[in-house]
Every structure is written in C-alpha cells, then in structure tokens.
C-alpha cells in the first residue's frame, strides 16, 4: 500500500511528511518554504481512443504510438525533476490538448468512460506514476476533466460519478500524495453547468466530503490565465489554482495574486500557479519570480511550438520526458538556483 509520502496543507503553506517544504529557505528576499513548485505533465497517461487520428501521435523512432512507453518514459524521467526543487506536477484524467492550444479536439483520451466508470488501463497506468511519486517525495495535483474531453462524458450525472470513482479510487490506493483539481480552467469553453465557475464548487464540496478511514483528499479547480476565483470556488476550496497564461507582464501576475486573496471568503491558503507559459528565466522579472514575490507557488507549462521537435515541449504528444530543451532547463535551472536558496 502506498503510504511514503504525505502532503498537508497548514494556513497558507504546503507540508511533506510533516515539514514545510523548503523549509527554512529564503531566496534573493523572497520567502520559499511552504511553497510548491511544479509542472504541467498532464499527458503522463495519454492514449487516443479515436482511431482516426491515432496516427498524429507517432514516435518519430518507431512511426508508431505507444500508450505504455509513453508512461513508462515519464516515470523513469521524473527521478531528474525531484533534485531540481520541482516537488510536484499536475497530471489529469483527461490530458490537454496535446498542440498545447486547440480549438477541434477530436481525439480521445479520457481515464473516464462517458458513464463515469474509470477505465483499467489508464488507471494501470495512472498507478506507475503515482508510485513513482510517492516514493519520490513528491505531490501530484489530480486533474479529472479538461474542457477538450468534457464531450466524452454523457450528462452531469455521469461527471458527478466520474468525481466520486476517481476520488474513492485514489483513497482507497491509500496515496497521501495526491491534491484533486476538478477540473482544468473551468472558466473555459465547458458547456455543462457543474464545471462552470458558477456550478464547480458542488463538485469541490463532493470531492471534499469524500473520506476513507476518517482521511479526505484536498481539493480545489484551476482558473484561465488572469481569472479571478469566484466568492463560490474560494469557500469550497482547500487551495487555489490560478493560470499565468495570456500574461506578459510579471506585475499583472503580482496584481492576481492581490485580488484573490482580496476575494471575498479568502482565508489564510495556498495559492498556486499550475499553468504558465510565459518563461524569460534568464531576465530580471518573469512570472515565475512574480509568483514567488506574491508568495504563490509557480508552475511551468511547456508545449512543442512552430518549427521545434521532439526534444520541445511538455505537453505535446509525443513527449520526451527528460530536461532535453533550452527552454526545460532553463525552468529547472532556476527552481535548484530558488529552492537551494541564498
């Protein structure tokens, strides 16, 4: 049974086996324990369901997809993150767009079935990593739908089980290591009310009220680049994702940090930035040290864009899961410069 690792949330900060991460550093005046630095891995269990467009996923090696590879590559990379200070990444149960941005999604990958039922191979699949985390010392954050796969599931219904199985599943596993993100930018193109910004916190107090052996999972959902949580969300939450995205100037990421915690409901918590795809690592001010000034948790979003190639991007399928770009190392670089601190 898995059981190494647990993660706890106290006021504002994150915690590991008891301690505050990071304990005790401080890093060019910016305080860093209890944070959570991370990245977006979200396609860590990625498979197409859609025969017809299968093929657009081929390793350029084999001129073939591999589900199992795909996975198998990911958990023998993630022993390089950990010695960089990156303590958790975000994985979900319905990937993202696999381009990074997408308007037609016609693939399918989805660990839920449209009745809510989980499906055994991605959950196989889903266990390797978790393990790995675990005995890694590190935090997963638990993504279950992503607005480009919302159309798999029948109605309301059905994502109201999907919520329950994936949560009994994960306590029932026994992981400690494990934050539920209900949803990826709920705010963003879903049609079903319940993961709407207005309807998504039902399903933060469903996850939340959930518990095996009197233990519950921590629970919250992600925002769009820029947007503000709702009064709802915030009361409902145990943390709170915001994205990066779309924003250019560092100041604007300070300003959102501002005005959540100026949201009404806010109390002492964790706020976290799981997506960003603004990076300047070199340069004076980025979003990630803007981040860090606001006193929120940073995460790095990298996909594979024009002209670039396999060794390119996080997200885009297929993946090279090792610190294999410029632009990955830069990220992880920085991270082992902070969390080393002064």
């Known amino acids: 049974m898995a059981n190494n690792t647990e993660i706890e949330i106290r006021g504002d ?28 891995m979200v396609q860590g269990i990625f498979d197409d369901l859609n025969p017809e467009t299968r093929g657009q996923w081929a390793y350029p090696d084999t001129g073939a997809w591999d589900a199992d ?52 191979d991605y959950l196989a699949r889903l266990t390797r990593v978790l393990d790995g985390a675990d005995a890694l010392g590190m935090a997963v954050i638990l993504g279950l739908y992503y607005f480009g796969q919302e159309k798999v599931m029948q109605d309301e219904a059905a994502i109201a089980r999907g919520v329950d199985n994936a949560v009994d599943w994960v306590l029932a596993q026994g992981w400690r290591n494990v934050l539920i993100e209900i ?71 300070r300003e959102l940090v501002r005005r959540t915690r100026e949201v009404e409901g806010y109390r002492p918590m964790p706020i976290l930035f799981n997506e960003d795809d603004h990076f300047d690592f070199d340069k ?30 996080f997200q885009s399928v297929p993946v090279n899961w090792r610190i294999s770009s410029p632009r990955k190392r830069g990220f992880f670089e920085l991270a082992k410069r902070i969390t080393a601190g002064d």
């Open 183 to 253: 949803n990826n930018e709920c705010n963003v193109r879903y049609r079903q009310p319940c993961l709407l910004p207005d309807g998504v916190h039902a399903l933060i107090e469903r996850a939340r009220s959930r518990s095996r052996d009197g233990r519950r999972l921590l629970v919250g959902t992600s925002h769009g680049g820029g947007f503000v949580p709702q009064p709802n969300v915030v009361a409902a939450s145990d943390f709170l994702l915001v994205h990066g995205n779309h924003i250019t100037e560092p100041e604007r990421i």
């Open 69 to 120: 590879r795909n996975t198998r590559e990911f958990v023998e990379a993630m022993p390089d993150w950990r010695p960089h200070g990156v303590l958790a990444f975000t994985i979900n149960l319905q990937g993202g767009s696999p381009y990074g941005y997408s308007k037609e999604q016609p693939w399918i990958n989805s660990a839920l079935a449209p009745d809510g039922a989980l499906r055994p």
């Open 13 to 40: 900060q994150f915690f590991l086996n008891g301690e505050a991460t990071y304990r005790g550093v401080r890093w060019q005046g910016r305080r860093i324990e209890g944070l959570l630095l991370n990245t977006r």
């Open 284 to 313: 004076p001010d980025n979003n990630f040290l803007a981040a860090l000034d606001a006193y929120a948790s940073w995460g790095f979003f990298d996909y594979r864009m024009e002209g670039e190639g396999f060794d390119d991007g």
